[in-house]
C-alpha cells in the first residue's frame, strides 16, 4: 500500500538545503543553533575552529536557505534556527 505523504517544502527549497548541509561547519552550526534554542551573536565563531569570515560565509548560505534567520541588532547580526523549515525538511527527507 503506497501512502502519500503531503510534503511542505518545496523541491527547490529542499534542494537548497540539502547543499546547505553539505559541509559539516554548517551542520555542527545548525546543531548549535537547535541545541541552544535561542538566538545568538558572535558566539557561534566561539564553537567552530574557523575564522570570523569563513564562519560568516556559511551561515550567509544556511539563511539564503531559509535554515536560519538572522536579524541585525546595532553593529552585530544574531542567528537563530527557522524551526519550521528544519521540520518541513525533516518531514519532506522522510517521505522520501
Same mark, same amino acid.
Do not use: N, W
Given at each position: 500500500? !503506497? /501512502?502519500?505523504?503531503?510534503?511542505?517544502? !518545496?523541491? #527547490?527549497?529542499? $534542494? /537548497? =538545503?540539502?547543499?546547505?548541509?553539505?559541509?559539516?561547519? +554548517?551542520? +555542527?552550526?545548525? %546543531?548549535? @543553533?537547535?541545541?541552544? !534554542?535561542?538566538?545568538? *551573536?558572535? %558566539?557561534?565563531v566561539?564553537? @567552530?575552529? #574557523? $575564522? /570570523?569570515?569563513?564562519?560568516?560565509?556559511?551561515l550567509?548560505? #544556511?539563511?539564503?536557505?531559509? @535554515?536560519?534567520?538572522?536579524?541585525?541588532?546595532?553593529?552585530?547580526? *544574531?542567528? *537563530? #534556527? !527557522? +524551526? %519550521? =523549515? @528544519? %521540520?518541513?525538511?525533516?518531514?519532506?527527507?522522510?517521505s522520501?
Amino acid at each position: 500500500m !503506497d /501512502q502519500k505523504v503531503e510534503s511542505t517544502v !518545496d523541491y #527547490l527549497s529542499f $534542494a /537548497q =538545503i540539502c547543499k546547505a548541509l553539505g559541509h559539516p561547519a +554548517r551542520i +555542527r552550526i545548525v %546543531e548549535h @543553533l537547535k541545541a541552544i !534554542d535561542h538566538c545568538i *551573536c558572535g %558566539e557561534i565563531v566561539q564553537i @567552530l575552529p #574557523l $575564522a /570570523q569570515s569563513t564562519v560568516s560565509q556559511h551561515l550567509k548560505v #544556511l539563511k539564503a536557505a531559509g @535554515l536560519v534567520k538572522g536579524e541585525v541588532e546595532g553593529p552585530r547580526t *544574531c542567528y *537563530c #534556527l !527557522d +524551526r %519550521e =523549515i @528544519l %521540520e518541513s525538511f525533516k518531514k519532506t527527507v522522510r517521505s522520501i
